[in-house]
């Protein structure tokens, strides 16, 4: 059986997805974030801020889906993930890279532990050799990568013959195509999938892709953490079993195989049928 101790480590990071970033939201998220950290760090008791990273990495994602993002509250709540310790952790379009260079290097003056998550699913569409050009100077400033989309095409445009990038490479993630493969193999992704998800209505899920539905909700930002905590631990889908085990897939078995993305979405796909 599945410690408690060992599932919080699973749940260390927050992944926040907002429509719109406001001075209010902002505030909100950040003390939130506090709150967080003091109740994370109880709950496995540690009482030294520096000794934390020694057990786990823990990690900040952020995610905005409003293109004209204000910088001035982007760079505060970087500033109070840096104050506390989590890698920040933004997701990327390799169109923004270019268009958002300035934006992004401020980011990173304000983090000191940063990772871009840089994705392109359509490399036809991205046929501008500059890019590279443009991560690399985003490397320069100290970023690591993480490259998700055809190794193919990463590899075409001259990501891994520059030195000063396969030095900032964290991981490639390869397309859906190669990923498709694990569905039969012995693989269970909730181990990395864990996190606080934070949605742009202020629910809290245990995984992305559970977000919006509703009976997977844990909480809100709202909630003492002490209750959210409990909830996952009592919740229907049993998450100490998908630790340990991953989700049982039967809806691979039907016609629709083809068209589901990867393991996650079908395990969304079964719920949402059940």
């Known amino acids: 059986m599945i410690s408690e101790n060992m599932l919080l480590q699973y ?3 927050v992944y926040i997805l907002q429509s719109r970033f406001t001075s209010s939201s902002i505030l909100d998220l950040e003390k939130w974030l506090f709150k967080f950290d003091k109740w994370y760090k109880d709950k496995i008791g540690i009482d030294c801020d520096e000794n934390l990273h020694l057990l786990y990495e823990r990690s900040v994602r952020l995610e905005t889906v409003d293109k004209v993002c204000n910088v001035e509250y982007l760079s505060s709540i970087v500033r109070t993930i840096s104050e506390l ?9 390799i169109a923004e890279v270019s268009k958002k260079q300035d934006l992004l290097v401020k980011l990173q003056e304000d983090s000191s532990n940063t990772l871009f998550d840089v994705s ?8 501008d050799s500059s890019y590279v050009s443009a991560l690399e100077k985003l490397a320069l400033t100290g970023v690591g990568f993480i490259f ?8 075409s445009i001259g990501v891994f013959s520059s030195d000063v990038l396969n030095s900032s490479l964290y991981k490639v993630i390869p397309g859906t195509n190669s990923t498709k493969k694990l569905f039969l193999g012995d693989f269970n992704p ?8 934070i949605s742009p209505d202020n629910q809290i899920y245990p995984c992305s892709m559970l977000s919006n539905i509703k009976s997977c909700s844990v909480g809100t930002t709202e909630d ?9 631990l009592h919740h229907h889908l049993n998450f100490p079993d998908l630790l340990k085990n991953g989700p049982k897939l039967r809806c691979l078995e ?8 990867d393991i996650c979405e079908a395990h969304r796909i079964q719920i949402l049928n059940n």
Do not use: M
């Open 148 to 155: 998700r989309g055809s190794f193919t095409f990463w590899e």
């Open 190 to 197: 909730c181990a990395n999938k864990f996190l606080f998800f």
């Open 254 to 261: 039907t016609d629709n195989r083809n068209q589901i993305l």
């Open 224 to 232: 003492n953490l002490n209750y959210v905590w409990y909830n996952l």
């Open 85 to 93: 310790g989590f890698q920040l952790h933004l997701n990327l379009e």
């Open 11 to 13: 749940f260390r990071s």
């Open 120 to 127: 392109c699913f359509n490399p036809i569409d991205v046929q």
